[in-house]
């Protein structure tokens, strides 16, 4: 088989060796590899008719409760249904052939940790982390894969002990990234010797500050993407290609171990 993989530079495959502390910054397109709709993409079939503002709002969620509620459920069905794939997998083995390892995505599934990996800063938050939006308790979802409504949607939402209705755990358009988790990762950035931006544009702020905050502190920034992005310029190298195959690659070459 004549398989067009990306070369890995063996300058990168020296810092990795000798880096203390590795942050791991991953986007959409990670997620996308095991299948998973990025958010536009997942307003289609059912959701088509829909538009980001009509779900990924808090006042959506204040105007038509049952149809957020019916989505963002759906999305984690659709999670649910999903596994983690190779890039999952080798990020959560590097985590144990380098001293220290951060993971901070942009994604709101649950893959990194469902590929073994612990800690993982979430800046948008989690479809699997849900809580009251009057006191902010979190909800524990029952386990299992959650059913599609029958013939259509809507879905109410779980009501709260206090009374007050259960929200998506996402950061929703309009709302501040959580500020504990943005605050760990800007430390990572700039306390790291490699930073991997994997599958993201690096586009959307203030995440997008994290690789740039990696190269001012003397980091070296590696992308893996198919495509060129908005952070090729802040990269000390950029591997184009699918991380599924990238990230195994670079643990074989680095540390001679397959995940
Ligand atoms: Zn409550």
Redesign the pocket.
Known sequence: MNRNVATIPQDLIAALKKAKHVVVFTGAGVSAESGIPTFRDSLTGLWERFNAEDLATPGAFRKDKELVWGWYEWRRMKVLQAQPNPAHIAIAALATLVPKLTIVTQNVDDLHERAGSTDVLHLHGSLHSPR??????AHILPPGIPVEPEGGRRLSPPV?????L?RPGVVWFGEDLPVRELRQAFEAAQKCDVLFAIGTSGLVQPAARIPSLAKQAGACVVQVNPTSTGLDRECTWSVRGAAGEIMPNLLQAAFGRTA
Request: one cysteine or more; a neutral charge.
């Open positions: 009251c939006a009057t006191c902010g308790q709260c002990i206090c009374g007050g259960v």
